[in-house]
């Protein structure tokens, strides 16, 4: 009898990798065997963080790669360029890498795992009659966002080339946060060329996605319900933290602050405002001097994670007398092991720029938030995190644009003190824990799938 054999193809993008490869551990640790296809310059770059670590790939996993057509000096992240060239060059190279592969009988590939924007490889899947699987690593309203392009057509807020024909909000359905038409997925590139050419991919995978056998998310019913309602072929088996990844350092760009941990140990429980902004946001040397005085005001411990490019001049850019002021009670580190931060007992809050990670990694961990969105789709966090679930607080700005110290200090106050949103963090973390517990809605679509590709191969 044959074995359940996947070949999971990611995107070419680390923001992309590194969450198929948490997906196949899941898959690995019950019982399957998967081949895991890198791009060859994705491949070295994994391959060598992993070097110097040992037994970190398991046994019934395999790292291989096929190449992504551009010459090895060329720029991966000229996103035309690469995303073209995909398209021309990598079909064939997996279809010839799976006929090696299904020389030795026992090895035959029974299953394909591909990211949804991979949908090129489903239809290779559906051409050799092997199950086919989308994984989209997001979440499922970015999904729905490109779902509803034809509707958003038909309607005239788009043309049918992507680009923006009446600047409303829009509303997807009835209990989905409204969206600016200029924070869509591929509206976000300044570059006119790179929009049109991220929404034909779009559009591309429209079809292909409709090949899979599977259409799955890394989210949860308890967080998108009313996405799920609107396109029920999407279905959550999230959110899959990150426990088990390969290799410590692969994915953190920064050396990380551990001592920190030993600096939260020593405050009291639920006294800590944690601070951190992602490894994108910048913040204007105004605004990051408001922060810091407004920090200072609350009279409240924090941990602000402050990169060096964080603002104009990072080291200059505190107030005067700042860090003798809090001396004892603020700590400001380079990087930090943020989940461990967020499940510190002595965390009371995170102020965070909601980018999906961090916003997955605080409401699992039952922190309230206070919302600093700084990029487009960002700000969609903030409604999901403000007004549909209800965990937390965003800032008003002042006629110049910049958040005031006494809003900062006044929202903080308010979270912590007034309402329910400790309570209501604490609750929505114990109901998306469950959903991933083996009978939650997660659990459950995960493990069918995880039976359907063990008796697929039978067919
Ligand atoms: C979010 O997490 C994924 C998976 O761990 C990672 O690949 C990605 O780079 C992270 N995104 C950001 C913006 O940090
Ligand atoms: C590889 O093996 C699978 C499973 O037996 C089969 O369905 C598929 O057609 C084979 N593909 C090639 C390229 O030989
Ligand atoms: C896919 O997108 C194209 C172009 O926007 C559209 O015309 C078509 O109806 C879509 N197909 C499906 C199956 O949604
Ligand atoms: C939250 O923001 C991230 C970008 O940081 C985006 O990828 C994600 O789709 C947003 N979440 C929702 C629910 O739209
Ligand atoms: C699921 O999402 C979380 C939070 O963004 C991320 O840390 C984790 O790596 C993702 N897991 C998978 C399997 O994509
Ligand atoms: C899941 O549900 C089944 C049927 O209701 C039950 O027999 C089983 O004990 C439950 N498992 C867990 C882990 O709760």
């Not at 779902?147 to 989905?176: H, R």
């Not at 006044?410 to 469950?434: C, H, P, S």
Request: hydrophobic share 40%.
């Amino acid at each position: 009898m044959e074995n359940p054999h996947v070949l999971a193809i990611p995107y070419p993008a680390q923001g992309h990798v590194l969450p198929l490869m948490d997906l196949a551990l899941c898959l690995v640790r019950h019982g399957i065997r998967v081949t895991f296809v890198n791009s060859e310059f994705d491949h070295k770059r994994v391959t060598e963080s992993l070097s110097g670590e040992e037994n970190v790939v398991p046994d019934r996993m395999q790292l291989v790669s096929i190449p992504d057509g551009l010459e090895s000096w060329e720029d991966r992240n000229d996103l035309g360029k690469l995303t073209l060239s995909i398209f021309e060059v990598m079909p064939g190279n997996l279809e010839a890498l799976i006929q090696k592969i299904n020389q030795s009988d026992s090895d035959k590939v029974t299953c394909i795992v591909a990211d949804e924007s991979m949908g090129w490889a489903l239809e290779i899947a559906k051409k050799m009659g092997i199950g086919a699987v989308a994984f989209w690593p997001a979440s499922a309203t970015q999904l729905a966002q490109k779902f509803s392009i034809p509707k958003l057509i038909d309607d005239g807020i788009i043309s049918c080339t992507g680009s923006v024909l009446k600047n409303q909000m829009v509303k997807l359905s009835p209990n989905i946060p409204e969206m600016k038409p200029e924070h869509f997925l591929w509206a976000c590139f300044n570059d006119l060329e790179l929009q049109k050419i991220a929404f034909q991919t779009l559009c591309k995978t429209n079809v292909t996605v409709k090949l899979a056998d599977w259409l799955i998310c890394n989210t949860s019913d308890e967080l998108e319900a009313a996405t799920f309602t609107l396109f029920p072929q999407m279905l959550p088996i999230g959110p899959l933290l990150a426990s088990n990844r390969l290799g410590k350092s692969v994915g953190s760009f920064w050396p990380e602050d551990s001592d920190c941990l030993a600096w939260l140990g020593k405050q009291p429980v639920q006294s800590v405002i944690y601070v951190a902004f992602g490894s994108f946001t910048i913040i204007d040397p105004t605004q990051f001097r408001e922060l810091a005085l407004g920090l200072e005001l609350t009279n409240m411990p924090f941990l602000w994670v402050v990169r060096q490019d964080l603002t104009a001049e990072t080291d200059n850019a505190y107030p005067k007398g700042f860090k003798d002021q809090i001396q004892g009670r603020g700590r400001v580190a380079n990087w930090v092991p943020q989940q461990q931060v967020l499940s510190h007992p002595s965390v009371a809050c995170f102020l965070s720029h909601c980018g999906w990670n961090s916003t997955i990694e605080g409401l699992s961990n039952g922190v309230p938030f206070l919302c600093w969105p700084y990029f487009a789709d960002q700000f969609l966090n903030q409604s999901y995190i403000c007004d549909v679930w209800k965990i937390g607080l965003g800032f008003e700005r002042d006629a110049n644009g910049i958040i005031p110290r006494e809003e900062i200090k006044n929202k903080i106050e308010q979270l912590l003190t007034v309402g329910d949103y400790k309570q209501r963090a604490f609750d929505l973390k114990a109901k998306v824990m469950n959903s991933v517990k083996e009978n939650g809605s997660s659990g459950k679509n995960f493990n069918n799938l995880v039976q359907w590709i063990k008796d697929d191969k039978e067919q």
